[in-house]
């Protein structure tokens, strides 16, 4: 690499400099509209992104009886049309300009958000306002959307985990809504109609329910004139409602014991919990890190759990087990999640926890334990502010559950959290006598049964026209040693260090195939005066890892079953015996030179690139029957594609956003828009430097396997008798240029974009991608698609008797 790319990439990502923290939320404008909506703007320069968030006060807990799952359906529904943006285009407008955008169901909020160059900030408020005041909710939609929801409701009933969850905090709560299950169930979801959706749209969604958050690369006078031109005309009446607190108080433990299709045994025990504008709220993240670890405040990445650190009132218990506390509106709970064999003791397991959290309300924590478990909760704070997005979704989220002043005082009131807090806190809240315990066990008939090998059920002959994969590669990396890249990121405090070996190895935060196929990416994240001690902690681990034995497909999870058929096609060169770096990426709050020296001083790094990957010869369409019983299965396509260095992969890359993205393109119009077949397509392209594949990884009920099937069938057959044309190249060139802009913010995502770029089409500028980009031709991408429409398909049924009624018109859609 030469020192004019270094420089380059450095230019383009450290757009201002670095500070303590830049994301600070106090900076935060709060402005009310006549009409009753909350607006929170938050100015940050540092990127040329914004984020728009919409938090609506009202989620799972405002469900009706024998309607559960409304709040959810209705966001389903909200991303179907409006009166200015019909179609699909209240989600494909942001798509096209290379935005990111999503919703979520919770308790106590049904919340859109969205996040793009900061150009297109006008496009993301108006789609905003329709959301809010003109959603057509056309009937002829409601049918395809139950089909869409319940697929998405069976992907979490294949996860017992999931299941105990929802049967736990069913018991937890005897009145209070909070124990709804958010998703719904099918005969809820099934009895769901359009009246009930307008109701629940004239009667949640409103100017007084909605908190709307911009945080970017915004002008705060500007944005707040134009949120009243484009938001302050609506006078719809819906007005908040929290439900009153008339859970009773029982005394008592609660139990909830379920069997099912499980490897070893699962708890979920949960106590009560305060609200997150408790004066307790404070007082409880400490007792939470004093118990196991913090998690954060953040919704988003609390990720259902924390693993209890060593040292904590908790670890040892089992292996894995972990705490979960989020903020709500009303009290909720604090949750101890983990597992143990078949054979292990419940009770001993049960009194271990609660022995455990007794001793933190026998007498009071020392102070040299309660200082380090505040500093961790200050410490998980920052890890939940990392980019704008981050920010307008902590604003958004704390002002819907009327907690926005606790989460802007919450470092200072974590500070003054003293030992007889924690104390009566704890004997509030973590008494045996209020605490719900479930279990879920495994059969009484025993373990599953065996996993089915991979098997190749059908093996039509190779379909002609496929291209061969060049066994030739243009590697810009020959030098000795390894790359070294130091990003300068002034959105946050934290650092993310992330290292590229060439091999596959076994290893504590070893993630094998990461970056690309062949390669074994590690990666931690921590403070700047943190790094010598990350830096060591990752030569470690490459000193304890070696070479990982290869593994054929034998997951009982159909869509994880899928991930390892597509893992199995790639081949790449041997594991060395001594891991060592070919490439590592830093990003955060440091000197540069300074990381360099640290790097330098710890690691041995190797010599020479990373050897280019092959791909497997195709065996044609994989038929696999899993014989366990599973709620979803799913359907799988994978096609040989150029290199990602190859000059042609652009090509494809746009192909693909074309043919399906997520809940969009082609396949995504008509599997999940119009027919409801499938909840989400997982379209990636795969690969590095020598061999690239391109796959669909789709989750799917078995009664609607088939019709999936010939959907696809049907899609990939149209994508060469009708193919794209400049209006669709034009959209898919300005997403790819688009993200490339706004995707990477954290530091974790910028180390990750950087591996990426580097194991396939190489490092390169935001202006050479762009200009690359647009030098790609109509012709050259409807010149690929008979190859790209030539792939392989993969059907993972399960269950039962073998689904013998599949069919493929095997070859026809690639001709």
């Avoid at 271990?352 to 020392?366: F, G």
Wanted: include cysteine; charged fraction near 20%.
């Amino acid at each position: 690499m030469t020192r004019l790319l270094h420089r380059l990439l450095f230019l383009t990502l450290a757009l201002a400099p670095c500070a303590a923290n830049a994301l600070d939320l106090k900076n935060v404008r709060v402005t009310h509209l006549d009409n009753g909506l909350t607006l929170l703007i938050l100015e940050e320069r540092a990127l040329p992104v914004v984020s728009v968030q919409m938090a609506y006060k009202t989620g799972g807990r405002d469900d009706p009886e024998g309607r559960m799952g409304l709040a959810h359906f209705f966001e389903h529904m909200a991303f179907r049309s409006s009166k200015n943006f019909p179609g699909t285009s209240l989600a494909g407008d942001i798509y096209a300009v290379g935005g990111e955008w999503h919703g979520y169901t919770w308790i106590d909020t049904v919340t859109f958000f969205a996040t793009a160059p900061k150009g297109d900030l006008e496009l993301l408020l108006r789609i905003e306002a329709d959301r809010l005041g003109r959603l057509t909710l056309d009937p002829d939609d409601v049918e395809a959307e139950t089909g869409a929801v319940i697929a998405e409701m069976n992907g979490y009933a294949n996860d017992p985990s999931t299941v105990l969850f929802d049967a736990t905090l069913a018991a937890a709560f005897q009145v209070h809504p909070y124990r709804k299950n958010t998703i719904g169930y099918a005969a809820d979801v099934e009895a769901i109609t359009h009246d009930d959706i307008v109701d629940f749209y004239d009667k949640r969604i409103g100017p007084k329910t909605a908190v709307l958050a911009v945080a970017g690369d915004v002008d705060a006078d500007a944005v707040e004139t134009q949120v009243k031109k484009l938001f302050g005309k609506f006078k719809k009446s819906a007005t908040p409602r929290l439900p009153p607190l008339s859970e009773p108080d029982y005394q008592g433990e609660k139990r909830i014991r379920l069997e099912g299709a499980a490897k070893e045994k699962l708890f979920r025990i949960a106590y009560p919990a305060p609200a997150a504008s408790s004066d307790d709220y404070p007082a409880f993240l400490v007792l939470q890190a004093l118990a196991g670890a913090s998690s954060g405040v953040s919704f988003l990445q609390n990720d259902w759990g924390t693993p209890a650190a060593d040292g904590s009132a908790l670890a040892g218990v089992t292996d894995d087990i972990s705490t979960w506390f989020i903020p709500t509106a009303q009290p909720y709970v604090f949750l101890i999640a983990g597992s143990a064999g078949p054979g292990a003791d419940e009770t001993a397991i049960e009194d271990a926890i609660q022995n455990a959290l007794q001793k933190l309300t026998a007498e009071p924590v020392a102070a040299k334990r309660l200082a380090a478990a505040k500093q961790n909760v200050q410490r998980e704070l920052i890890f939940d502010l990392q980019t704008i997005e981050d920010a307008a979704h902590q604003l958004a989220f704390f002002e819907a559950i009327g907690a926005l002043d606790a989460l802007l005082s919450l470092n200072e009131d974590v500070s003054a959290v003293t030992a007889a807090d924690i104390q009566r806190v704890a004997k509030i809240y973590l008494d045996a006598d209020r605490r719900t315990v479930g279990w879920f066990v495994p059969d009484s008939d025993g373990a599953p049964a065996p996993v089915a090998a991979a098997e190749v059920m059908a093996s039509p002959p190779a379909r002609a026209g496929k291209a061969p994969i060049s066994e030739t590669v243009d590697n810009r990396f020959t030098e000795t040693g390894s790359d070294i890249i130091v990003v300068s990121s002034p959105l946050s405090p934290t650092l993310s260090l992330r290292a590229i070996l060439p091999g596959v190895y076994a290893c504590g935060p070893c993630t094998v195939n990461d970056p690309a196929p062949g390669m074994t990416s590690l990666s931690l994240s921590g403070l700047p005066g943190e790094f010598a001690e990350l830096t060591n902690t990752l030569r470690d681990a490459m000193t304890k890892a070696h070479a990982a034995p290869p593994t054929e497909p034998q997951s009982s999870d159909p869509y994880t079953r899928l991930e390892e058929i597509f893992a199995a096609r790639f081949a790449g060169a041997e594991t060395p015996d001594i891991a060592a770096p070919s490439f590592i990426a830093v990003s955060g709050n440091l000197a540069a030179d300074e990381a360099r020296a640290v790097i330098g001083g710890s690691l041995t790094t190797s010599a020479g690139a990373q050897a280019p990957v092959t791909l497997t010869p195709s065996e044609g369409d994989i038929w696999i029957h899993i014989p366990e019983d599973k709620v979803q299965t799913a359907l799988g396509y994978m096609a040989d594609a150029p290199a990602l260095d190859d000059e042609a992969a652009l090509a494809w890359r746009l192909a693909l956003y074309m043919f399906a993205h997520d809940y969009g393109g082609r396949l995504g119009e008509e599997a999940i828009s119009n027919q409801g077949l499938a909840y989400y397509i997982g379209a990636d392209y795969r690969g590095g430097k020598g061999a690239g594949l391109v796959t669909l990884n789709i989750g799917v009920d078995p009664d609607k396997q088939q019709a999936l099937l010939e959907t696809l069938q049907a899609e990939l057959t149209h994508f060469i008798s009708e193919p794209p044309d400049e209006a669709e190249l034009a959209e898919a060139k300005r997403h790819l240029i688009g993200r490339k802009i706004s995707a990477a913010q954290s530091n974790a995502e910028i180390t990750a974009a950087l591996t990426r770029d580097w194991a396939g089409p190489g490092l390169t500028t935001i202006d050479d991608f762009t200009a690359a980009v647009n030098a790609v031709t109509l012709d050259e991408v409807r010149g690929l698609l008979p190859d790209f429409a030539a792939g392989d398909f993969v059907v993972i049924s399960a269950g039962g008797e073998e689904h013998d009624s599949l069919t493929t018109a095997t070859g026809s859609h690639g001709e």
